[in-house]
């Protein structure tokens, strides 16, 4: 029904079965945005939000996807400014779950605000000195810059592709990307590191503040380190998935390798400078605030349930130290069921990293008389932070049926007559 | 040029021995400021309190058990510079804003947009979110006051000081050909509604307020409290606030802040390092 679509030399389902395929996803995106509705029309009076815990699910899965989704700015980096050109077969996929990570995000920010009409206020009356505003130019400036890439892609579609206009600009656009990659490159750097900044000038707040170099905290840098290095294995962690859904071989290993090797080595680095950084805020910036770092971990039995040292192990050993020692060994990342471990745990990892940098210093009490708090998230709050996976799922979908997302895929995959 | 007058820094010492808990000044501050409240107030996270008395105790048990009523309202904090306070150095909107004149925190009701972040960076809980559009029970809105507007769903309040007082007074000294107020002339409500008189407020900059003969704040070392008994909360991590403590026990002086088991109360280490003279 829509063969005319799709991209020349490669074989899809029929439209009646994607079709069936998608129709639970599409009533879990229908829920998310009943759900979004509820938050718009009756406020965020919806949400497990209290007066203690004014950040909490939405601000956490905010940072999340934009770490996990920081493959598309390195992955750019690493092809267009440091001529890693294998990365060329790996790139499309990485730029698509680049914007579906960041539109995601500036949704789910649009729901989270308590006035989302006032929302252009952070541009009409920024303040110059909140790392908020810094977020705010930056991530709209690099969500442009990924529709910006993103949309050649679209002009690739066999049908559209026809059309000599649309075909030059599509060529076009594509020769003066690497303009957009250098440009994205440079914006990713600093809004991933203001939302580490966001966290670490919180002065009032000991469990995340960090010292400065100039007018940065230690955590814009970490920020940064930690999605170039964990947002790959999200980008490696998805393209297996879609090759498991698909059946079908899309990416070549030595680009795989390529780039779950890049991740091992800055998954490694960061995970050193993470480590002197959590001991000097334990030996030196905790002490002189007048807390022990048992403080953070330690509450009564609940609190340590939900916010105990088992955090910091699993995000710095389990899903920092593991991955980054299997990916860097040639040997572990090219056993499939290893790679696919440590891309796993990869991702957890920085999703788990800005789960504590949200979520813990909500929690725990700084006057010596308050008390630990512990939240759990409304339906509604869970429903939203699900909806953007739903479109994102769809949106991946649609790309593969009639994008040429995977440039191998024809050759991976011949059509038998 | 050189300026002549010297800033205000409004600010308030609350003497805990006298204070006995009973609440007056929040619900004088409820009424004062249109602070809106729910049906069901059970829930103390998400209810709007201004001004809230915190019960402490020294946690030992009967009969050596103590307790301390300590009232919290906004800190209106300065931070390291002028200024820098938690809340104001992180909306991204300049919704809230540290004047100068003054040394009051306010908060712009119309501008923000209900980030929260002001919230996550203030560790007195002194914000609070209006989770809901206020509701006043049938008649009740006639009471409002006309000089403080009510706020809507979405945003974000918190303590004035009662600013719109200190504007009423300004006006009215303005009428009779001054340009500076009286001490009593611009007073909290939570000030005048404590019977116990445990609450003083006035200008800190001012050596014949009362605020000042209080406390002794040593504007050298960013308003430190040198009179025996005072103290700020969580003095060491910089907030610089505008609300002082008095109490004669040492252990409600040392549950103001937090201190490692080797330090002494009101000495931490790391603010004794400050003091030190710098060497030549």
Known sequence: MDSALIPKGVKRCSLPVFIAGLTPVVLVLLWGVYAMLLCWLKGLNQTNMNDSYGFALWIWADLAVIAIGGGAFF????????????????????VLIGFICYSSALLILAIDVGQPLR???????????????????????????????????????????????????????????????????????????????????????????????????????????????????????????????????????????????????????????????????????????GFVWSDFFTGDRSSVLFHGYWLLFA??????????????????????????????????????????????PMAMPVMTFDSWNLYIPSWQEVATTIL?????????????????IFPQEVELNPIKE | MKKERIDKKFGMVIDLDACTGCGSCMVACMA?????????????????????????????????????????????????????????????????????????????????????????????????????????PDGMEKSLSPNVSPRMRGIVEKCSFCFHRYQLALDKAYVKGRRELKEHEYQTSCTQACPSGAITFGDLNNPDHQVHRLVKPDNRHHGR???????????????????YYLSSKEWVRRAGDNYLDNEETGKPLNLMKELQPEPH
């Not at chain 1, 992955?75 to 990485?94: H, M, P, R, V």
Request: glycine letters at 6%; aromatic letters at 14%; proline letters at 5%.
């Open chain 1, 75 to 94: 992955s750019g980096l690493l092809k267009y400014i440091f001529g890693k050109d294998e990365l060329k077969n790996i790139i499309n996929y990485a």
């Open chain 1, 119 to 289: 929302s252009w206020f952070i541009f009409w009356h920024a303040n110059v000195h909140s790392m908020l505003t810094e977020v705010a130019f930056c991530l709209s400036c690099y969500f442009a810059v990924l529709t910006i890439e993103y949309i050649p892609l679209i002009l690739e579609n066999r049908k559209l592709d026809e059309i000599p206009l649309i075909h030059n600009i599509s060529h076009n656009m594509h020769g003066i990307m690497a303009v957009f990659a250098a440009t994205g490159a440079f914006l990713s750097c600093f809004h991933q590191g203001s939302l580490g900044g966001v966290a670490g000038v919180l002065y009032g707040r000991p469990y995340v503040f960090r010292e400065h170099i100039l007018v940065w905290p230690w955590t814009f840098f970490l920020f940064t380190w930690s999605a170039a290095a964990f947002g790959p294995c999200f980008t490696i962690l998805i393209t297996k998935i879609t090759e498991g859904i698909t059946g079908k071989k899309l990416v070549k290993d030595n680009v795989i390798s390529l780039l779950a090797k890049i991740s091992g080595w800055m998954i490694f680095t960061y995970i050193i400078a993470k480590i002197i950084d959590t001991f000097y805020w334990a030996t030196v910036t905790a002490p002189e605030l």
């Open chain 2, 32 to 136: 004062e400021n249109n602070v809106p409240f729910k049906k069901d107030e059970t829930n103390k996270l998400d209810s709007i309190t201004w001004m809230r008395v915190y019960k402490l105790t020294n946690k030992k048990p009967f009969p050596e058990t103590e307790i301390c009523y300590l009232p919290r309202p906004c800190m209106h904090c300065e931070g390291q510079h002028s200024g820098h306070s938690p809340c104001v150095s992180v909306c991204p909107a300049t919704a809230t804003d540290y004047d100068m004149d003054t040394g009051i925190v306010s908060q712009i009701y119309t501008r923000c947009f209900g980030c929260r972040y002001c919230m996550a960076a203030c560790p007195y809980h002194a914000r609070y979110f209006n989770w809901w559009d206020p509701v006043w």
């Open chain 2, 225 to 243: 409290p040198t009179a025996k008994n005072a103290f700020r909360l969580l003095e060491r991590l910089g907030t610089n606030p505008k609300v």
């Open chain 1, 388 to 404: 953007p996976v739903a479109y994102g799922i769809i949106l991946i979908a649609i790309s593969f049926r009639y994008l040429p």
């Open chain 1, 315 to 360: 995000e710095i050993v389990l899903c920092g130290i593991i991955p980054g020692l299997i990916l860097i060994s040639k040997k572990h990342r090219e056993n499939k069921t290893l790679l696919l471990t440590a891309v796993t745990l990869g991702t957890i990892g920085v999703c788990l990293n800005r789960w504590t940098m949200v979520m813990q």
